[in-house]
T-cell receptor, first 115, second 109 residues
């Protein structure tokens, strides 16, 4: 039973390009969360999704960032026209419906570097 | 605004001692609090959850306390080992989990 799978592990983009980060939740988990972590900073919440629904996107920048969790396939975090400040580690987590006793299960992250 | 504070300075202790990490929060009334471990280059790993009506929770060498009056949680690792060296994050419940910045623990042999 694989955990949360994120790919790619490392992604290098030039300024102005698009970055697409993928997350496959743990089997049986229907809730997906994206977090961003900058060096020396904590994990910052970005967006919370269920299948085909964005539940909470209060942490997501209004421009250039979007997220989806389609009926089939992984959740995608898309960053358009990347800038140097987007360089960070992006973590995806998943959880089952209304079950908190085991916390969130995190993936190993995607490290985005914008050059 | 809501704030979670963890000691930003690394905690250095000798193997075999008890490590105690602190998580303080303001402007929150969480129903539960969680602790995670994060190793360099990896995602956080869930350790323990404690609810507001629980004073203490234990799991093997780990113990967590939750004082809703002081707005504080303490995380203890007894008989610490070098393998316990990592960054430990507390997280508070809301519509989603909000994380502190974490405290790095270094256990030397």
């Amino acid at each position: 039973n694989a955990g949360v799978m994120q790919n790619p592990r490392h992604l290098v983009r030039r300024r102005g390009q698009e970055a697409r980060l993928r997350c496959s939740p743990m089997k049986g988990h229907s809730h997906v969360y994206w977090y961003r972590q900058l060096p020396e900073e904590g994990l910052k919440f970005m967006v919370y999704l269920q299948k085909e629904n964005i539940i909470d996107e209060s942490g997501m920048p209004k421009e250039r960032f979007s997220a989806e969790f389609p009926k089939e396939g992984p959740s995608i975090l898309r960053i358009q026209q990347v800038v140097r400040g987007d360089s960070a580690a992006y973590f995806c987590a998943s959880s089952p419906v209304n079950q908190l006793d085991n916390g969130y299960t995190f993936g190993s992250g995607t490290r985005l570097t914008v050059v | 605004s809501q704030k979670i504070e963890q000691n930003s300075e690394a905690l250095n202790i000798q193997e075999g001692k008890t490590a105690t990490l602190t998580c303080n929060y303001t402007n929150y009334s969480p129903a539960y609090l969680q602790w995670y471990r994060q190793d360099p280059g990896r995602g956080p790993v869930f350790l323990l959850l404690i609810r507001e009506n629980e004073k203490e929770k234990r799991k093997e060498r780990l113990k967590v306390t939750f004082d809703t009056t002081l707005k504080q949680s303490l995380f203890h690792i007894t008989a610490s080992q070098p393998a316990d060296s990592a960054t430990y994050l507390c997280a508070l419940e809301g519509s989603t989990l909000t994380f502190g910045k974490g405290t790095m623990l270094l256990v030397s042999p």
